[in-house]
């Protein structure tokens, strides 16, 4: 079996979890999200766990097991917790700020880059420099994320643009001096 799939999901309290017709809900305290699972995998609900089966042990029958399982782990863990992700700018000027439901970043370029915030995430600015993007949905929290470190992506030599607070950036060495070599 597949190491992922074959773990249960325990479902905390507060929150429901509905089957029906190859699409798992699941409504908590943060909001309620809805998934389409694969038609192979079957859901087995019971004493607060949610375990995933698959019918036979072909490669892309476990292979569809284990995504299915991540998929409704995290939706679990998205309302009960909410995922954050966290971005730095770096730079001389650069800075954010939020008007709305729009994130605008002024990040070197002539006009600042204007980025609509999709449905169901918060950002917040911290000290003009700090991102802290938030929602339900980790692949919405985390695509959002990589589209705002997309405007402009960390450089090498200075460091300078946007990055997740985590990520390290490997430093190249400029240019020697010219016309040293005589």
């Not at 597949?2 to 017709?21: H, L, T, Y």
């Not at 389409?36 to 042990?57: K, V």
């Not at 090498?156 to 985590?166: F, N, S």
């Amino acid at each position: 079996m597949s190491r992922v799939g074959k773990q249960p999901i325990s479902i905390p309290g507060g929150v429901e979890v509905k089957v029906d017709a190859g699409e798992v809900r699941v409504k908590g305290p943060k909001g309620q999200l809805a998934q389409r699972i694969p038609s192979e995998i079957a859901l087995e609900q019971s004493d607060g766990e949610l375990r995933l089966l698959r019918p036979d042990d072909r490669r892309p029958t476990r292979a569809l097991h284990g995504l299915a399982r991540a998929l409704v782990a995290n939706m679990v863990r998205g309302v009960t917790q909410g995922f954050v992700r966290d971005l730095a700018i770096v730079g001389v000027g650069y800075r954010a700020e939020v008007a709305g439901k729009t994130l605008k970043l002024s990040v070197g370029f002539s006009n600042p880059v204007e980025m609509p915030i999709p449905e169901g995430i918060q950002v917040s600015v911290e000290k003009n420099t700090e991102l802290k993007i938030e929602g339900i949905d980790k692949q919405v929290v985390g695509q959002f994320a990589a589209e705002v470190r997309k405007v402009r992506p960390p450089e090498p030599y200075k460091g300078k643009g946007i990055r997740y607070v985590d990520e390290h950036i490997r430093r190249k060495v400029g240019k020697a001096a010219a016309g040293t070599a005589a």
